[in-house]
């Protein structure tokens, strides 16, 4: 039976895969979800940020999400992330989500235009029409709209609204008092252990792109409030959880995942290669991490 619940647990944010000549790979990007879902990752959220959304067109936007739903086995989830300038293209998108059978929806607040506190949320309230839970998530890289917890608490009266992406520890404890039926998702690798510890219910992962049984031990620790073992692992883990905030966070998960073997490939412009002494950093901070899989976590 299906989860009623695919947002809890970890979700990976899905790059998109591109060949060498900026095509979209449908072929990698199917095989990358089952590799993740077979791993034991709870869900997939192509279409967001790291998915390069922009840089896509309608037809391949829709591919996507119709080629992660195909692809993804039993037990891992398809939440497509459903930006937009406008509430219109939102539910197009959630429309197009629902069609294609995914679970869920990630939902910024317009993409690009600062909206009221009356705006946004009857902007939620019509992306929760289309039928699917939605998971209000505010991406920090791209967000025109605060969704400061009071804001937060109006959106929340909306039926369907199930859980938010939050990457404030400080701002999780006023979620859980004002919004206490929402669930609050991490929503920064670097985050994890003080949010998942103070009652994260998941995990919008970046990491698990390129190592996901290990992202995965270091949830459960986390989840289990298991400091005694979460801690050195996370100490490991703590540089490479930080590239996903960064400006070049699209780019160094891409290269993370050729340096563990997977396949990673280019971004389409205007993202260019990470230049060599961030690439030489990134190498180093992944092979730290990997040595937490074949030898002792050393105390922090």
């Given amino acids: 039976m299906a989860a009623t619940t695919p947002w809890q647990g ?49 037809g391949e936007r829709a591919d996507v999400v119709r080629a992660a739903v195909e692809a993804a086995p039993p037990g891992c989830a398809v939440l497509p992330a459903v930006g937009g ?4 293209q939102a539910c197009q998108w959630a429309e197009q989500a629902l069609s294609a059978g995914a679970r ?11 909206g009221g506190p009356a705006e946004v949320v009857a902007h939620y309230r019509e992306v929760a029409a289309v039928g699917l839970p939605v998971v209000v998530c505010r991406d920090p890289a791209e967000a025109t709209v605060d969704l400061t917890p009071d804001l937060l608490a109006r959106i929340a009266e909306t039926d369907g609204v199930v859980a938010v992406r ?28 003080e949010l998942t510890v103070c009652g994260a ?8 792109n390129a190592l996901p049984r290990l992202c995965l031990r270091l949830h459960r620790l986390c989840a289990a409030r298991d400091l005694a073992a979460a801690l050195p692992l996370y100490a490991r883990l703590h540089p490479l959880l930080g590239w996903g ?26 993202r260019g290669p990470l230049p060599p002494d961030l690439e030489e950093r990134l190498c180093r901070d992944l092979r730290r991490a990997e040595r937490a899989e074949t030898g002792p976590v050393p105390a922090a």
């Fill in 201 to 208: 219910a998941g995990w919008l992962a970046r990491c698990p």
């Fill in 85 to 88: 300038y406008g509430s219109r």
């Fill in 245 to 270: 905030a960064r400006t070049e966070g699209v780019q160094a998960v891409k290269l993370a995942m050729g340096l563990a073997g997977r396949y990673g490939g280019p971004c389409r412009p205007p």
């Fill in 10 to 58: 970890v979700v990976v944010a899905l790059p998109t895969l591109f060949r060498n000549d900026l095509s979209v790979d449908y072929d990698r990007i199917q095989e990358h979800v089952r590799w993740l879902g077979d791993a034991g990752c709870r869900g997939v959220a192509p279409c967001g940020p790291l998915g390069e959304y922009p840089a896509l067109s309608e």
């Fill in 166 to 193: 939050e990457d404030d520890v400080r701002r999780l404890h006023r979620v859980r008092d004002l919004c206490p039926h929402l669930d609050v998702l991490a929503g920064a690798d670097d985050v994890l252990l």
């Fill in 104 to 114: 869920a929806v990630l939902a910024p607040p317009p993409v690009g235009y600062p």
